[in-house]
């Protein structure tokens, strides 16, 4: 269930902050979704105390809380304090591109391009070395300075190709990014005008949901012998596991489901019948109840304890068979 209106954020981020208080080693990943959640649900205050939270208590990612705070208190009208934020990551140059993304969309957001634009060229100068290859990241910083630089009219530069040639999806960069579509439609259709605008900034929110929302959707494994273990104390959940094979084989192929869905940012949480029996006593039910299986994967994967699927082709396989992915469950006519 994904929530979508305000009181569901605001329930499913209160959610996530008990879980913290039961698992303060995983704090961060927990804290930081349940933020999310609040400026979804337009609670900017609550979520800048999580911010200040999370910074009190030596975070390891110190400069992504910094530019998530920055944008969520300049959307509260706190501009000098973000200003300040957004300075300090700048001079900082963290070697993260997720920071400078965020900062350069607050200033994007709130129509400091030139800012804007001189925050995405610091970022990708920094961290794009001539010849080296681009990854998810890098390319997202690249599609945003190419955003930024087409709203200010700048004729194209070797990265704005760059960007150009990375994008895929159904209509082309130079299109999407067209400043002629915001600004020279506006004088005869202020619905299209509004319209486009409103696209632009889907397209932004996709990328924030992404950036601050590091939760995947993870599928539980459990070992062989764990998975022994826990059909002998709890029996009813043998209709859930038919056999340990037959168990892997499913959590390939719904992967694969969900991957050929268009889901992305999947991953794997690793099951064992101690921290199973200890979920189900911190949510007060039997762990005999097989409704409470994907709970503790959602809350597995919320604490940061997925493994990214699928494995590179060069990686062992998640069953831990020690074969080659490819050779294992990665193969292809699996
Ligand atoms: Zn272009
Ligand atoms: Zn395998």
Redesign the pocket.
Known sequence: MRPDTPAEHIAEAERLIRTATRYPEDQEPLLLQAAAHLELADERERASALYDRLLASEPDDPHLIKALQASNLWEYGHEAEARALIQGIRTAAPADPAPWEVIAEALENHDELTASEECFTQAATLLIPENAPLTRATTALLTGRHRVRRLLGRPHDDWDMVADTRHIGPIPLDELHDPKRIWALGSDDPAELRAEIARLRAELGDRRAALSRPFPVALLHWPERELAELLTSYPTLAAEYPSHAQH?EQIESSLRALAASGTTNLGIVTASVPSYEAFAASEKTSPASPSLLAEYATTLAARGKATPWPPSPTSP???T?G?P?PE???EPQR
Request: one cysteine or more; charged letters at 10%; proline letters at 0%.
């Open positions: 892997l396989c998640w069953c068979s074969k992915y294992c469950h990665g």
